[in-house]
C-alpha cells in the first residue's frame, strides 16, 4: 500500500491536528510508495532500493506526456562517454603531460577564473588519452561523489585531460547542446540521474544510466529558443571568467611589483 509521500505531508496544516499521537506519525513516519513486481522484474539491474523508484520520477514523466510530449533516451540525441578508471602519473609540465581538470578544478575555474590545483596528466599513463580530452563542444556532469553536476567546457579548456569520474556528452546536432545542457541541470533531469545513485561509501551512476535519461521532444522553435538562452548564458561565464583572470593579473602585478 502507498504511504503519504513528503510532498502530501508539507501540505497539510500541521496547526489544526488535534491528535497529538496521528502528529508524531506523521513527522516519524518515512515517506514511502508502492512499486509493482513487475515494474521491478522489468527494469534494468533489477534494483531493489527505494529511490530508485522515486515516485517524482514517474509524476515528471506524465507531466510531460500530458503535454503530447514523446519522451526519448538521451542516447538518442548524443554521444554519450564515460572514461574507464586508470593510475595516474604526473607530470611537471606540458612538455610531458597535458594539463587536467576534474570537477573540483571546474567548479573552481567558473568562481575564480582559474583551476583548484595546476596539474598535468602525464602521456606515459596507462590510458588512452583521447578518450579523457574534453572539448568546447561537450557537456560534462559529474558521476562520481556528488552526482548530477552539469558543466559546459569553457574555450581555454578545450584539450584539456579530463577526470574518469565525468561523462563526456556530445549532441549530434550541435544547436541541441544549449538546450541539452539547459534540460540536463533542470529537476526534470536530475530526478532520473539520480535515481540510478549507487555505491558503499562513494555514490556513482554509470555512462549508460546518465544515457537513459528521457529528454522531452519539444517542437523546434522551443528547443532554439531553450538553446539560446542557455549559449547566453554560457557566454556570459566565460566572459565573468576573463575579467575575473584580468582582476587576478592586476591583483599579482600589484604585489610583485609594488603598484
Known amino acids: 500500500m502507498d504511504t503519504m509521500h513528503k510532498s502530501d505531508i508539507a501540505g497539510q496544516d500541521l496547526s489544526v491536528m488535534s491528535d497529538h499521537a496521528g502528529l508524531i506519525r506523521l513527522l516519524t513516519t518515512p515517506p514511502g510508495w508502492g512499486v509493482s513486481v513487475h515494474d521491478i522484474a522489468t527494469q534494468p ?36 562517454h564515460l572514461p574507464g578508471i586508470f593510475t595516474r602519473i604526473w607530470a611537471q609540465d606540458t612538455e610531458y603531460g597535458v594539463p587536467y581538470i576534474n570537477a573540483t578544478d571546474l567548479m573552481s575555474y567558473f568562481v575564480f577564473g582559474v583551476p583548484a590545483q595546476e596539474r598535468y596528466l602525464s602521456r606515459a599513463s596507462n590510458v588512452k588519452m583521447n578518450s579523457l580530452i574534453i572539448r568546447k563542444e561537450m557537456i560534462l556532469i559529474t558521476c562520481s561523489g556528488t552526482i548530477g553536476r552539469v558543466f559546459d567546457v569553457p574555450t581555454a579548456l578545450d584539450g584539456w585531460a579530463g ?20 534540460y540536463l541541470a533542470s529537476d526534470f533531469a536530475q530526478v532520473q540521474i539520480l535515481s540510478h545513485t ?3 561509501q562513494i555514490d556513482h551512476v554509470t555512462g549508460d544510466q546518465v544515457a537513459s535519461c528521457l529528454v522531452p521532444q519539444f517542437d523546434a522553435e522551443s528547443i532554439l529558443r531553450i538553446s539560446k538562452l542557455a549559449d547566453q548564458a554560457d557566454q556570459m561565464r566565460s566572459g565573468s571568467v576573463l575579467f575575473m583572470n584580468d582582476a ?8 610583485d611589483h609594488g603598484g
Open 45 to 80: 539491474g533489477k534494483r531493489m532500493d527505494a529511490e530508485h523508484y522515486d515516485p517524482v520520477v514517474r509524476g515528471n514523466n506524465m507531466r510531460l506526456k500530458a503535454l503530447g510530449v514523446t519522451l526519448v533516451p538521451l542516447s538518442d540525441l548524443a554521444d554519450v
Open 198 to 200: 549507487h555505491g558503499g
Open 163 to 182: 577526470t574518469h569520474d565525468m561523462v563526456r556528452i556530445i549532441p549530434h546536432q550541435p544547436e541541441l547542446k544549449g538546450f541539452l545542457r539547459a
Open 248 to 255: 587576478l593579473s592586476e591583483l599579482s602585478e600589484i604585489i
